[in-house]
């Protein structure tokens, strides 16, 4: 199994409250991505990272901002969270982008409440 | 827009059936097609990659094939076990990130 490791793997806070969860690999692989998935949505991307302090957005970016200062941490932060970012987010890890095999983390399931 | 669908969404069988699980996408200009396993609470485990070159993978049990004229890719499934049970997601593969459908959740049935 690829060397992913998402923290924390629960977590509930209050509307407002800033949040961020970390995601760790000991791939050394180059793209980092952040997904949340919803009933009735599926898989949506967040953020995605193609090197250290090399982010991208995805479809649903707004209300999260991302760093990667190091090759095997990413972070996600939700600055003042709101309940509609309850979730369960995903980080996933490939060496090159869309053309290999994509590797996911055990998820981090968020309430915001 | 690039766009995956998933049709049907769920999906009940019996046991020793051989099944097909269904994937169209919208954008014929593909690195590749990947498809993936979801049990509940649990992350996504690639199962197949199919490049853009290639026609079909094939890994155990599980085939997939992949036709970039019509846009659709297959998830074969033969003699399906009740350990097969879950949900099932494709991937179409960019350059740089994939466009996952919603997923078939499959259910075999002892």
């Known amino acids: 199994d690829a060397g992913i490791t998402q923290s924390p793997r629960h977590k509930v806070t209050e509307t407002g409250t800033p949040v961020t969860l970390r995601c760790h690999q000991t791939?050394?692989?180059?793209?980092m991505y952040w997904y949340r998935q919803d009933p009735g949505h599926g898989l949506r991307l967040i953020h995605y990272?193609?090197?250290?302090?090399?982010?991208d957005k995805g479809e649903v970016s707004d209300g999260y901002s991302v760093s990667r200062s190091k090759t095997e941490d990413f972070l996600l932060t939700l600055e003042s969270a709101t309940s509609s970012q309850t979730s369960v987010y995903f980080c996933?890890?490939?060496?090159?982008?869309?053309?290999?095999?994509?590797?996911f983390g055990s998820g981090t399931q968020l309430s915001v409440l | 827009k690039q766009e995956v669908t998933q049709i049907p969404a769920a999906l009940s069988v019996p046991e020793g059936e051989n099944l097909v699980l269904n994937c169209s996408f919208t954008?014929?200009?593909?690195?590749?097609l990947q498809w993936f396993r979801q049990d509940p609470g649990k992350g996504l485990t690639s199962l197949l990659l199919i490049q853009s070159s290639q026609r079909e993978q094939t890994s155990g049990r599980l085939n997939a094939s992949l036709d970039k004229s019509s846009g659709r890719s297959t998830l074969y499934i033969a003699a399906s076990q009740p350990g097969d049970s879950a949900t099932y997601l494709c991937a179409q593969g960019g350059s740089e990130k994939l466009v996952f459908g919603k997923g078939t959740k499959l259910t075999v049935n002892p």
């Open positions: 996933a890890i490939s060496a090159t982008g869309g053309r290999e095999k994509l590797f």
């Open positions: 990272s193609y090197g250290v302090k090399d982010t």
């Open positions: 954008d014929s200009a593909i690195y590749n």
């Open positions: 791939e050394n692989h180059r793209y």
